[in-house]
């Protein structure tokens, strides 16, 4: 048996009940909204600072690489959760799974941690948010060039909240709700 790790958001879905269109590329959008911020703190494991200007010294090598690359993995691995709010592994336990391959998916068992997570990561970007009203300290950088690529590298990430919190409204609706539909 293989295991397609990589491949295309199917034009129609594998679910139960269709999932509207704008869910399926929301899903697959996710990872790649995290991705950038996941290849910027690599660097960080390197002890290069990407133009950041700090007081402090940096931990030590044997704690900063396993933070950075789990933070890094950890995150990108939870983004690609977020597909299966769209595809038929989030209904039924793929087969591969030891002890439930097969089993139904409780609908909550996918909404209550979705929907938490949704939440926390929405949060998070409060602080970015009164960085740019200037009520927070923002880490100084040597030029603007560091600054802009740090921007462009990390706002993405906000979105990743609201997106898994509209993933997760779908998926009830598509689950918990016989005769509703959410197309648009």
């Not at 999932?19 to 703190?41: D, I, M």
């Not at 990108?76 to 439930?100: D, K, Q």
């Not at 089993?103 to 960085?131: E, F, K, N, Y």
Request: contains cysteine; aromatic residues 10%.
């Amino acid at each position: 048996m293989t295991i397609k790790l990589l491949h295309r958001a199917p034009v129609a879905s594998d679910t139960e009940r269709d999932v509207p269109r704008w869910a399926l590329r929301a899903a697959y959008a996710v990872p790649l909204l995290v991705l950038p911020s996941c290849l910027w703190r690599l660097p960080f494991v390197l002890d290069f600072p990407m133009g950041q200007i700090h007081d402090a010294h940096m931990p030590a090598l044997w704690i900063r690489i396993p933070y950075i690359l789990g933070l890094s993995t950890l995150s990108e691995l939870a983004a690609l959760l977020s597909i299966g709010l769209v595809r038929r592994w989030g209904e039924v336990v793929p087969g591969w799974v030891p002890f439930l391959g097969g089993r139904r998916v409780r609908p909550m068992a996918a909404i209550v941690p979705a929907a938490a997570g949704g939440v926390i990561l929405s949060v998070l970007p409060v602080q970015t948010v009164l960085q740019w009203m200037g009520a927070v300290d923002e880490v100084p950088y040597e030029n603007v060039w560091w600054k802009i690529l740090a921007n462009v590298c990390i706002t993405p990430l906000n979105l990743w909240g609201p997106i898994v919190l509209a993933l997760t409204c779908a998926y009830y609706v598509r689950r918990c709700r016989p005769g509703m539909t959410m197309r648009a």
